[in-house]
């Protein structure tokens, strides 16, 4: 079992930034590739951003791609998402997630939200305009 607990969320004005954290209860961190999806009321869970479990390989959803960054810190078992230029539309519910990757690649990633493992409870993101 994974515990995941996201933190960093809240209300920000549209242009601003905020940086989301994942902590991870498990010592073997390292073995998993790890995800950022986020939900909007109303809407479906959708992708935000990926990276493998050695932190090589990223991947993005266009519609993030050049404002968000992800990064991960295995010594600590956090994953971080770094949010830049923040629009009204990235208002949502974020989520990390986790995949037991070990068997994979080491530049595995997923985009799809059934690959994943375990999941944290969410974070909350408002950007007004």
């Known amino acids: 079992q994974v515990q995941l607990v996201e933190s960093g969320g809240g209300l920000v004005q549209a242009g601003g930034s905020l940086r989301l954290s994942c902590a991870a209860s498990?010592?073997?961190?390292?073995?998993?590739?790890m995800g950022w999806f986020r939900q909007a009321l109303g809407k479906e869970r959708e992708f935000v951003a990926a990276?493998?479990?050695?932190?090589?390989?990223?991947y993005y959803a266009d519609s993030v791609k050049g404002r968000f960054t992800i990064s991960r810190d295995n010594a600590k078992n956090i994953v971080y998402l770094q949010m830049n230029g923040l629009k009204p539309e990235d208002t949502a519910v974020y989520y990390c997630a986790a995949e037991d990757s070990t068997y994979y690649s080491g530049s595995y990633v997923s985009s799809e939200p059934n690959e994943y493992d375990y999941w944290g409870q969410g974070t909350q993101v408002t950007v007004s305009s």
């Open positions: 498990r010592r073997t961190f390292s073995r998993y590739a």
């Open positions: 990276i493998s479990r050695s932190g090589g390989t990223t």
